[in-house]
Structure formats: structure tokens, C-alpha cells
T-cell receptor
Framework: SQQGEEDPQALSIQEGENATMNCSYK?????LQWYRQNSGRGLVHLIL?????REKHSGRLRVTLDTSKKSSSLLITASRAADTASYFC????????????FGKGITLSVRP | SAVISQKPSRDICQRGTSLTIQCQVD?????MFWYRQQPGQSLTLIAT?????????ESGFVIDKFPISRPNLTFSTLTVSNMSPEDSSIYLC???????????FGSGTRLTVV
């Protein structure tokens, strides 16, 4: 069953704006990961944050993790049209033996 | 990170037939994972393929429908058997090189059953 729930389910912004996407999960995790998928193709790993970390940066991406609220957020700064894609959070929950469980996904549209 | 070659990239198949999807990894990995992504949906894990042992299937997926082979540490196949239109999905393989690293995914196989 799916572990993560993202919101919003769809987001449309203007190029240059920031995009914030949220993810909630249900049980204790080892780590949480964010992926991007373009046009129903393969997924690209964006960033991983461990359960003992609170914030992580990678280029224009910033991820936070609040284990007390069982939630994470992905911030994309200065968005570009090329950021248009579906974004998924995925968790490895404790005891899951490396199995990655995906949320429902967020569709991001960045208007030029 | 690993590089995965997955094929075919897409296929249109008649109901009742079977399709075998292949994933080749450029390095040895212990575990490979097979996912299904139904239209407009998220990814659902079908099974975990370990070299030298039977695949471990998730609830709702059975070996007769989705037989998996894992002959060595760089290769795996997933067969979708006796297909029906409900099997129309994107199928993806995935690997992880090390703990606390992200997973690498194949480019996916878009299957349409008519």
C-alpha cells in the first residue's frame, strides 16, 4: 500500500517562482526520497534525506523532514519550464527491507 | 550510480499473450525491484528479485501472472502473462547500489494490451 501522500496533487506556477510540495507518511521511516518523472518515463532520483536529518540542499532543491509530524517538503527555487514533471516522495519505512513505497505524486506545471 | 537498460520501451500486445521485459544493469547489484505504474497513478511494487532465490512478491501479485528471472547480479526479466487490458501500464525496474542512496530506475516499458 502507498505510504506517502503528497499535496497539492497539482501545482501550476510561473517560471521564476518557487514551488513547494508536501508529503506525509504514516509509519516510522529510515529515509525519505524525492523523485521526478517526465512524461511517464523512468524516474530520476532527486534527493534523499535520512530520518535523523532535518534539512538538505541540492542545487535549487531544498528538502525538509519533520519526523514528529511525519511530513516532508520539497522546495524548488527559481523554477524553470524544464521543471515541469510529476514529483513523487517515497519512503523506506523501518523494517521494510529496502522496499521503496511511493506516494501518489504531484504534477507540477511551470509556465514560461 | 548504476545505469539500467530496459527494453522494450513500449509494446502493444494482444490479450491472452505474454510479454517479457528485460533489465540490464551496468554493475552488480544484490536486489532488483519491479514496479507497475497504472495510467495516471503512482508506482506499486510488484516484487523484489534476488539472485539465486525466488522473487518475493507483494500482496496482490503472484508468480503465475508475473514470473521473474534473476540469472545473475546484472540482469532480470519480468514476464506479464496471459495479458488483459487491465495490465496496460508502465513497468519499471529499479536497483539500489548502497544503503541510504537513491534508487536508479530503468526508462520503463509502456505496455498497451488490446
Amino acid at each position: 500500500s502507498q505510504q506517502g501522500e503528497e499535496d497539492p496533487q497539482a501545482l501550476s506556477i510561473q517560471e521564476g517562482e518557487n514551488a513547494t510540495m508536501n508529503c506525509s507518511y504514516k509509519t516510522s521511516i529510515n529515509n525519505l526520497q524525492w523523485y521526478r518523472q517526465n512524461s511517464g518515463r523512468g524516474l530520476v532520483h532527486l534527493i534523499l534525506i535520512r530520518s535523523n536529518e532535518r534539512e538538505k540542499h541540492s542545487g535549487r532543491l531544498r528538502v525538509t523532514l519533520d519526523t514528529s509530524k511525519k511530513s516532508s517538503s520539497l522546495l524548488i527555487t527559481a523554477s524553470r519550464a524544464a521543471d515541469t514533471a510529476s514529483y513523487f516522495c517515497a519512503t523506506i519505512y523501518t523494517g521494510a527491507n529496502s522496499k521503496l513505497t511511493f506516494g501518489k505524486g504531484i504534477t507540477l506545471s511551470v509556465r514560461p | 550510480s548504476a545505469v539500467i537498460s530496459q527494453k522494450p520501451s513500449r509494446d502493444i500486445c494482444q490479450r491472452g499473450t505474454s510479454l517479457t521485459i528485460q533489465c540490464q544493469v551496468d554493475s552488480q547489484v544484490t536486489m532488483m525491484f519491479w514496479y507497475r505504474q497504472q495510467p495516471g497513478q503512482s508506482l506499486t511494487l510488484i516484487a523484489t528479485a534476488n539472485q539465486g532465490s525466488e522473487a518475493t512478491y507483494e500482496s496482490g501479485f503472484v508468480i503465475d501472472k508475473f514470473p521473474i528471472s534473476r540469472p545473475n547480479l546484472t540482469f532480470s526479466t519480468l514476464t506479464v502473462s496471459n495479458m488483459s487490458p487491465e495490465d496496460s501500464s508502465i513497468y519499471l525496474c529499479s536497483v539500489r547500489k548502497e544503503a541510504n542512496y537513491g534508487y536508479t530506475f530503468g526508462s520503463g516499458t509502456r505496455l498497451t494490451v488490446v
